[in-house]
């Protein structure tokens, strides 16, 4: 799950869709799609620390902090009319939807001061890192959830900065700053500028860590020269005989006997269905998926058909069984969209499936109730999800709302990754960019699992260092995956 304000078109999205219902409801007006008149102004965001300035033909997005304001992006009109909805609930309050995720924006005056003035140097490492570190001070949300004292980080790093501190060392100093979050959706992203050194760097750090996977693995341990997907094939292969494939593997599927289908879905991105052939190089196979998703208006859009094309095929294959296995332990995420798309084919009834707020100050915004309701053709037999540490983000959002969705489906494997938050990107006064957990998913009941992950009704022992496949599937000659021989074992009963 990316975030909030922009989309593919800027390389990061995460709008959802689904209906979502808010605390108060107005009048109204709503943009037409050609005119931005009626929403000209400067407006002020509730959470997410955003400004923006509407003109005529487009709108200018500022990133906002106590020490800090940069321009962050320019969406044209056509491009901003396509991706979102715009409603002037009144004179003063603003609503910019898409999807599921809604921001608020009241009206002010002017630009505020910080966002028109001129930086003396907008390279300086010290207001850089207070630009960092003031901007995860008023918006991420989980300092208490992760154990985290983020005054104290800021001391602890901003000693080793200095006012001549070279890029490559201060980029270095922020990124571990970031890092001791142990938030996979907060994030430094690497400058273009600094990615030949940034990979050297990285390429000895890999062999460390390498060797210390190895040694955990057990003495004189090979790591077997084979990649993820081919661990992921092997997997759903020794159980499904014919499996099929969609746009390489991201979702592969299949029966297993005439009463169970298993279904591995390896991410909630690359769904669209640019008509991409099975039978090329994986490589050349994402290179042609990426040409036609960089021409695409609303690669979100694609995504979102792509899927319902793709499940509609599935589920037409395998109406008939009386079980469903759906894999996501080697998900990762990706869009909301993707996932939600997917869990209509498997809902039981229209439900309430989350509740989302994202930090405001001290306290956080409206809160929004969001609802799936199943699809016309929807899956009848049971439903086993197999989950781990490495089912993350959407993917994880996935299981969350499955279990409104899906109340009687049973989860077998391991605590998934705990991150659910869209990430919400931000730029520094120097242009690089960086992204955050704003935002706070609760079950109907209230229930968070950030930083714990979902826990499974029946518990597997993967470890969390995400080489549990090797030992569990490239070593086990027998071929057999334990979590499927439970669902195995409690479906004959």
Not at 160 to 167: A, G, I, L, S, Y
Request: aromatic content about 12%; some cysteine.
């Amino acid at each position: 799950m990316y975030l909030n304000f922009y989309n593919h078109y800027l390389t990061y999205d995460s709008m959802k869709q689904i209906s979502a219902v808010f605390l108060f409801i107005s009048i109204s007006i709503t943009a037409q799609t050609n005119n931005l008149k009626p929403f000209e102004g400067v407006w002020l965001s509730e959470g997410y620390g955003r400004v923006v300035e509407i003109k005529k033909n487009k709108a200018q997005l500022y990133d906002i902090c106590k020490v800090n304001c940069t321009k962050a992006q320019i969406l044209p009109k056509d491009i901003l009319l396509d991706q979102f909805k715009l409603t002037k609930v009144n004179d003063s309050l603003l609503e910019v939807s898409g999807g599921i995720t809604k921001l608020y924006f009241n009206k002010i005056d002017d630009l505020p001061e910080l966002c028109s003035r001129k930086i003396k140097d907008k390279n300086d490492p010290i207001y850089n890192f207070e630009t960092l570190w003031q901007t995860f001070n008023e918006n991420y949300c989980y300092f208490e959830e992760r154990k985290i004292n983020w005054t104290a980080l800021k001391t602890k790093y901003k000693s080793q900065v200095r006012p001549n501190t070279k890029p490559f060392e201060l980029f270095l100093i922020m990124d571990a700053m970031v890092e001791e979050l142990n938030d996979g959706h907060s994030n430094m992203y690497v400058p273009k500028e600094l990615e030949k050194e940034y990979r050297k760097d990285q390429a000895a750090k890999r062999e460390i860590r390498k060797t210390k996977i190895l040694d955990s693995l057990g003495q004189d341990y090979k790591l077997p020269p084979i990649h993820v997907d081919s661990i992921r094939l092997k997997v759903i292969s020794n159980y499904v005989k014919d499996v099929k494939t969609y746009n390489f593997g991201v979702l592969n599927y299949g029966l297993l006997n005439d009463e169970i289908a298993v279904l591995q879905i390896n991410g909630m991105d690359q769904f669209a269905n640019y008509n991409i052939p099975n039978n090329i190089a994986r490589s050349k196979a994402e290179q042609l998926y990426e040409k036609h998703s960089e021409k695409s208006n609303n690669y979100t859009r694609d995504n979102t058909d792509g899927t319902s094309y793709i499940m509609n095929k599935v589920l037409s294959e395998i109406k008939n069984t009386k079980a469903c296995i759906i894999d996501v332990r080697f998900n990762g995420g990706g869009f909301d969209e993707v996932q939600l798309e997917i869990l209509k084919k498997f809902a039981t009834k229209d439900t309430l499936v989350v509740v989302k707020k994202a930090r405001d100050g001290s306290g956080f915004t409206k809160k929004s109730n969001v609802y799936l309701r199943p699809s016309s053709n929807v899956y009848k037999g049971d439903v086993y999800f197999l989950t781990s540490h490495q089912t993350a983000s959407a993917a994880e959002d996935f299981i969350l709302c499955a279990m409104s969705a899906v109340p009687n489906a049973i989860r077998i494997g391991s605590n998934t990754n705990g991150i659910f938050s869209d990430i919400l990107d931000k730029k520094l006064p120097n242009g690089w960019a960086f992204g955050l957990s704003n935002e706070i998913y609760e079950s109907p009941n209230g229930l968070s699992y950030e930083a714990t992950g979902i826990p499974p009704h029946y518990r597997v022992a993967y470890d969390k260092k995400g080489y549990w496949f090797y030992k569990k599937f490239y070593d086990d000659q027998t071929s057999k995956d334990e979590a499927i021989e439970l669902v195995l074992s409690l479906i004959q009963k």
